[in-house]
């Protein structure tokens, strides 16, 4: 026996409306505070690893408004978030920070493929692991993909970084200044009362497997790197 605590390994999802800013296509600046925030909890020991989104380039159901067959439209998103892995990737190594990306469709030339005990290697040696190109299936999303590679990599918590919003409100605060944010969340209030958390088929997959869910928000100075040290922000999801 030595006595050692298992360190903290967390899933950080980032969607694409963290990258682009609200826009198409990545704003640099946003991506590389980002990578700034998530140096120092990597340098205390947290195992970090990483899903990206892609609607900041494109999303399969949008797409096949504009006649573009859904399937096809969804490998078009699914590509859109290795872009964001592969900016995110940039800025981590420019702090000096080791990364690997693991896609879940092939590209030998820019990513590994994803195999979950190499991720788990690379976290342990204390690499940023990024998944992008979702599951590489189409009619998933990324938060999906986000509790699952948490379940599968024996995650301790995923940390969804919103745009906008610093957790979950009774309604949206955007809109009504008087909704209140929850400090605490089961999973069926939220599947229910249909709560801004993540899409509803990710939220099952978490209640289903008791997954722990942080809802906070990208914007404060600081913030990313307190969700990643389990600091108690935003709103905790769970049974
Ligand atoms: N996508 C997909 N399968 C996946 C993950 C993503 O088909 O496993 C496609 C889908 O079209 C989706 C787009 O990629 O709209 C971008 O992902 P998502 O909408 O989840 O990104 P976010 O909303 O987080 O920016």
């Known amino acids: 026996m030595t006595g050692e605590t298992k360190p903290r390994r967390v899933l950080l999802k980032l969607s694409g409306e963290a990258f682009g800013g609200g826009k198409v296509g990545i704003d640099t600046h946003v991506v590389r505070r980002i990578a700034e925030e998530i140096v120092p909890a990597v340098k205390q020991g947290v195992q970090v690893a990483i899903v990206t989104g892609g609607g900041n380039f494109f999303r399969g159901a949008e797409l096949q408004q504009a006649g573009i067959d859904r399937s096809r439209g969804d490998y078009m998103g699914m590509l859109g978030t290795v872009m964001n892995c592969l900016a995110l990737q940039d800025f981590l190594e420019q702090e000096g920070q080791a990364t690997r990306v693991q896609t879940a469709i092939t590209m030998g030339q820019v990513a590994e493929p994803y195999i979950p005990l190499k991720a788990i290697r690379h976290l342990e040696k204390g690499r940023v692991v990024i998944f992008g190109a979702g599951a590489g299936m189409p ?101």
């Open 139 to 239: 009619y998933f999303s990324t938060d999906t993909v986000s509790i699952q590679r948490s379940l599968e990599i024996h995650c301790d918590e995923v940390l969804m970084g919103k745009n906008g919003v610093d957790g979950v409100y009774t309604a949206d605060p955007r809109k009504h200044p008087e909704a209140k944010r929850f400090a605490t969340l089961d999973y069926n209030r939220a599947l229910v009362d249909n709560l801004a958390v993540m899409d509803a088929s990710a939220l099952s997959m978490a209640r289903d497997n008791k997954q722990c869910i942080r809802v906070f928000g990208l914007e404060g100075a600081g913030n990313v790197t307190k969700a990643l040290l389990g600091d108690n922000i935003g709103t905790l999801v769970s049974a």
